[in-house]
T-cell receptor, first 113, second 111 residues
Framework: EPEVTQTPSHQVTQMGQEVILRCVPI?????FYWYRQILGQKVEFLVS????????KSEIFDDQFSVERPDGSNFTLKIRSTKLEDSAMYFC???????????FGSGTRLTVV | GNSVTQMEGPVTLSEEAFLTINCTYT??????LFWYVQYPGEGLQLLLK?????DKGSNKGFEATYRKETTSFHLEKGSVQVSDSAVYFC??????????FGTGTRLQVFP
């Protein structure tokens, strides 16, 4: 079964450093998403991406965040200057047409120290 | 705005007990409804879905029926196993839009 692959599975970074979280969506999917889950809390939408541009973003997704699909296969989330409160599990998801094809990756746990 | 409300956990059951996890939603129009499961240390996995009113989603012995009249999508299983211990998330979504998740309900099943 096709999978969404995320790397790394766990990243520890110092406050103020830049991090890039990587995702390889399912190859024929068209819509790409990042969500995050702070420990013990609900899963929150960050951003959606379609046709090489952001289609929607949440209030969380401020100027410190950016997304990119640099080569047609990878989908990355960059945090320019990490804060302690960015510590969370970050999930990538992709889907094709229709409203029942979401596939999530297994997540990257980001720890900012 | 659109939202999902789940019963608070943890839900603690003995093996073979009947499970219900309540989920209600607030939404305009006709969203699709989902249950996702997160096993310890793992990511989100789609458990089941329903795309229109009165649809019943089912998978691995779990069921949920899309009830528009009560705006609910309660998750049920007739006989839980220890391996069902996980966090369960109810969610809603529209055609090409983001998913809106509930806060999750932790299920703990003891032998």
């Amino acid at each position: 079964e096709p999978e969404v692959t995320q790397t790394p599975s766990h990243q520890v970074t110092q406050m103020g450093q830049e991090v890039i979280l990587r995702c390889v969506p399912i190859s024929n999917h068209l819509y790409f998403y990042w969500y995050r889950q702070i420990l013990g809390q609900k899963v929150e939408f960050l951003v959606s991406f379609y046709n090489n541009e952001i289609s929607e973003k949440s209030e969380i997704f401020d100027d410190q965040f950016s997304v990119e699909r640099p080569d047609g296969s990878n989908f990355t989330l960059k945090i320019r200057s990490t804060k302690l409160e960015d510590s969370a599990m970050y999930f990538c998801a992709s889907r094709g047409q229709g409203n029942y094809g979401y596939t999530f990756g297994s997540g990257t746990r980001l720890t900012v120290v | 705005g659109n939202s999902v409300t789940q019963m608070e956990g943890p839900v603690t059951l003995s093996e073979e007990a009947f499970l219900t996890i309540n989920c209600t939603y607030t939404a305009t129009g006709y969203p699709s409804l989902f249950w996702y499961v997160q096993y310890p240390g793992e990511g989100l996995q789609l458990l089941l879905k329903a795309t229109k009113a009165d649809d019943k989603g089912s998978n691995k012995g779990f069921e949920a029926t899309y009830r528009k009249e009560t705006t609910s999508f309660h998750l049920e299983k007739g006989s839980v196993q220890v391996s069902d211990s996980a966090v369960y998330f109810c969610a809603l979504g529209y055609n090409t839009d983001k998913l809106i998740f509930g806060t999750g309900t932790r299920l703990q099943v003891f032998p």
